[in-house]
């Protein structure tokens, strides 16, 4: 099996462009992990698809399957578009929280920078848990996937580690959830620290980086007016929020390197 790691801001998975094998689950496991496999957060598949130019599917760290990840999908658009599996620069992309739109940035005949379409994005009331006898606040939203957004003084020193995993399992999310923790830095940009469902502590979420802005704009926190700068740990991601309640994410997308996977080892 022919792998290509890439990352969109550090948010790092193994591509793989083909049909899901039967045995995904111990794929993902095993070769996601960082000491013993070749390390990711996880696996994506690029698939035929009958509905747009390609399907993507996303396999976490921990072999569950996700939705939607907005940095894996930056890295479809510059992986089908690098290796010549497609010359268009506008794609279709068929992913389990629907279709989603690419805009490729090409420089030099390879994708530099891609913009997503990511859809609606549904924000809900403020939800308070008590987490270890410490009542927190969140702002639950969907972007095809779950996140809960805790706005914070300081980001930075938030122990992600220890409160996003108890948010993640809380019976308040029966399918789990991704934990946001975002603080301000200037106007109509925050920063943003992230523990996702299935990988723990990731670099980047594009999705989360979404909800992130969402949420912002919501709670007037931010404008709708400007781009939301969302600084994460591997780099920035500008978002638009539309007026629709549609959310735009623009960002970059890397290879890292190539290999052979042989599962008979």
Same mark, same amino acid.
């Given at each position: 099996m022919h792998f290509t790691k890439m990352h969109g801001l550090g948010n790092d998975y193994l591509y793989v462009y083909g049909e899901v094998p039967e045995n995904?689950? /111990?794929?993902?496991?095993?070769?996601? *992990?960082?000491?013993?496999g070749v390390g990711s957060d996880g696996m994506i598949f690029i698939c035929h698809s009958d509905v747009a130019d390609f399907k993507m599917r996303i396999f976490n760290? *921990?072999?569950?399957?996700?939705?939607?990840?907005?940095?894996?999908?930056?890295c479809v658009g510059k992986y089908v578009y690098d290796k010549?599996?497609?010359n268009k620069t506008s794609l279709?992309? /068929?992913?389990l929280s629907g279709i989603k739109t690419l805009d490729l940035k090409v420089e030099d005949g390879k994708v530099k920078e891609v913009t997503v379409g990511m859809g609606e994005v549904k924000v809900e009331d403020d939800l308070t848990l008590d987490i270890d006898g410490t009542k927190i606040t969140m702002v639950p939203v969907s972007v095809g996937n779950p996140h809960a957004v805790i706005f914070v003084e300081n980001a930075e020193e938030e122990k992600i580690t220890e409160i996003g995993p108890k948010i993640e399992h809380?019976?308040?999310?029966?399918?789990?959830v991704n934990v946001e923790f975002v603080s301000p830095i200037d106007d109509n940009k925050v920063r943003m620290r992230v523990w996702e469902r299935g990988s723990g502590v990731t670099m980047a979420c594009g999705t989360?980086?979404?909800a992130t802005a969402a949420a912002s704009v919501a709670r007037k926190r931010c404008t709708k007016d400007n781009e939301v700068k969302v600084v994460l740990d591997g780099g920035t991601l500008s978002i638009k929020v539309n007026d629709d309640n549609t959310v735009t994410m623009t960002g970059p997308a890397a290879i890292v390197c190539e290999g052979e996977i042989d599962e008979n080892i």
């Open positions: 995904i689950v /111990d794929l993902s496991v095993k070769y996601s *992990d960082r000491h013993f760290a *921990d072999g569950s399957e996700a939705k939607m990840c907005g940095n894996g999908i930056r010549g599996y497609t279709l992309v /068929d992913t809380h019976e308040a999310f029966p399918e789990g989360g980086a979404c």
